[in-house]
């Protein structure tokens, strides 16, 4: 007999479930349609099993509560709204309080280390406390394979009107992925469709995604491997969800994209066609608020951008992202624009729109990047004074080209310093010392620095550190004159103290046994003697309370 092989993995929930299975979100809208049977039946019993629901950790899909933790941008808020949405009109309980959850939904942000090294910790935390998981956002659309997704369940980014399918499997113990693409004859769509269930953060505020992906190929970025090429909603969807949006209540309306400036590239249309076409629909009172457009996109409209920006129920904002004011940066970049481009885009807005708002956003310590190109970006800032300004940190994300890069030291600093060692830092990892200025310093863990004076050379920082490593000619000291006490040890037990103790003891009513304590038992005594006083008062009191209470009773039955 052959034996049976696998050669693919199942990537998809098709390779399991035909297209003729019913989905569940089919199955919930048919139940309108079921006929019940009439039977006889006991109503006390009946209304019992009523008032008991199932138990939290049953295997029944549908009743079970979900906590939804979402890191990261704009459109991935959105994404975690409608998953909330979808999971809510199922059935499910959207929690607040993760511990009470039966599963934690995790929706993830690629952009920077810090972002997914909260979302691996949540993870590790959800398996410590048994949690079911379920993992979305750009993570594990980006990089699915890493160890610490191995036997979990993915939604895609593109899949998310099918979170209830995944939920649904994972409670029953299954794990599923769904990474694949939407398509329409062979072309890629924006995503899910914009009119699903919702549960907005917010209920004044409407997130509306015009499109996902981009044009660019940058360098550093690692959501273009999650989010993709572009591929844009078309302008009547988009302005049905608006309409939608209004008559829920919602007075706010905010764009986002991983492009906004791209928009209706790969459709044959272009975002002041778009705009125009919602400030229509736009009811008096409420707002438009644009997202994040690059340089390059934005340059061809901005005549109509600025008459738009000017329209009174649009917000006059925009946040065009320069990351470099150093031309030679930003084609190591693959920014496709130069700072002329940038200042161009800036200057002609705020003279044509009084007031505007430009917020924008520089990367320092790009792989390549030198003192003068700093000195750039900084003249850029000093020049517009930019209201709303995001600094963040070179990170080189795994499987970018900048990560490839020489990399730039996170300071070079060379500094030496005398630090004080006294704690362990969280991760265990190093001991946590603090220099002169009380600022935070990891040195290498070795049991032979901890309490004391250790010198040592500064060769990194971070946000909230510095790394030092100990000078190796240094003398290491300790500042106490006498060796500290153990963890958990009393203070404050001086010679004189333990005598006093010691003859408190002896002459109690439980000398015998008192003296046969030594000094170190005693520390664990201290409230001995005042507790043998106090008990021997009450029982005094108590037998001379029962005496009178018996003498009372026979004088009345006497």
């Not at 394979?145 to 399918?165: A, N, P, W």
């Not at 829920?248 to 994209?257: A, K, M, N, P, R």
């Not at 925009?318 to 700072?339: G, N, T």
């Not at 010679?495 to 046994?513: E, I, M, P, V, Y």
């Amino acid at each position: 007999m052959p034996s049976a092989s696998c050669d693919t993995l199942l990537d998809d929930i098709e390779d399991i479930v035909s297209q003729e299975d019913s989905k569940p979100q089919d199955r919930h809208f048919v139940r309108k349609d079921v006929v019940p049977k009439v039977r006889r039946r006991n109503t006390q019993k009946y209304l019992q099993e009523e008032e008991n629901s199932p138990p939290s950790d049953s295997t029944i899909p549908g009743i079970q509560k979900i906590w939804i933790r979402t890191w990261g941008c704009s459109h991935n808020n959105s994404d975690g709204e409608y998953m909330a949405g979808q999971l809510a009109a199922y059935g499910y309980k959207i929690t607040e309080n993760a511990s009470d959850a039966d599963l934690w939904l995790l929706n993830s942000c690629t952009v920077k280390n810090p972002a997914e090294d909260h979302f691996r910790n949540s993870i590790k935390k959800a398996q410590e406390e048994n949690k079911k998981i379920v993992l979305a956002g750009c993570v594990p659309q980006a990089q699915p394979r890493q160890d610490y997704l191995k036997g979990l369940s993915i939604i895609g980014v593109q899949q998310i009107d099918r979170v209830v399918e995944v939920v649904e499997e994972t409670i029953k113990g299954h794990s599923v992925r769904l990474l694949g693409q939407k398509k329409d004859n062979g072309r890629r769509l924006g995503g899910a469709r914009l009119d699903l269930p919702k549960i907005r953060k917010n209920p004044l505020i409407e997130i509306i995604s015009i499109n996902t992906g981009c044009l660019n190929a940058c360098t550093y970025c690692k959501t273009k491997h999650a989010r993709g090429n572009l591929a844009s909603y078309p302008i009547d969807e988009l302005v049905d969800r608006a309409k939608q949006s209004f008559q829920e209540g919602v007075c706010e309306i905010w764009l986002t994209s991983e492009d906004t400036g791209a928009y209706g590239r790969d459709i044959g249309t272009n975002l002041p066609t778009l705009l125009w076409k919602l400030v229509e629909v736009i009811p008096e009172g409420a707002m438009l608020r644009l997202g994040m457009t690059n340089p390059p996109y934005i340059l061809e409209h901005l005549e109509e951008m600025a008459k738009i920006l000017n329209h009174p129920r649009v917000y006059a904002f925009l946040h065009i992202p320069v990351q470099s004011a150093s031309d030679s940066v930003l084609m190591e970049m693959k920014r496709e624009y130069c700072v002329a481009d940038f200042k161009r885009v800036v200057d002609f807005l705020k003279e044509k729109v009084p007031g505007i708002t430009i917020a924008t956003d520089i990367i320092c310590g790009f792989p390549g990047e030198t003192d003068q190109d700093f000195q750039e970006t900084v003249k850029l800032v000093e020049e517009y004074k930019f209201p709303s300004l995001f600094i963040n940190q070179f990170y080189p994300r795994p499987g970018t080209p900048a990560a490839k890069m020489e990399q730039v030291p996170a300071q070079v600093i060379g500094e030496r310093q005398q630090v004080l060692v006294t704690e362990e830092s969280f991760d265990s990892k190093f001991y946590v010392a603090h220099n002169q200025f009380y600022e935070q310093v990891l040195v290498p863990k070795n049991p032979a620095f901890m309490g004391k004076m250790v010198e040592v050379d500064i060769y990194e920082s971070g946000k909230h550190f510095m790394k030092g490593q100990p000078v190796s000619d240094a003398k290491v000291y300790t500042p106490s004159i006498s060796k500290p006490l153990a963890k958990g040890e009393v203070s404050g037990l001086t010679k004189d103290f333990r005598n006093g103790l010691g003859n408190q003891l002896s002459s109690g009513s439980h000398t015998s046994a008192a003296s046969q304590c030594d000094s170190a038992s005693s520390r664990m005594v201290l409230p001995m003697p005042r507790l043998h006083q106090d008990c021997a008062l009450r029982m005094s009191v108590g037998l001379a309370l029962l005496g009178l209470l018996f003498a009372f009773f026979v004088k009345v039955y006497n």
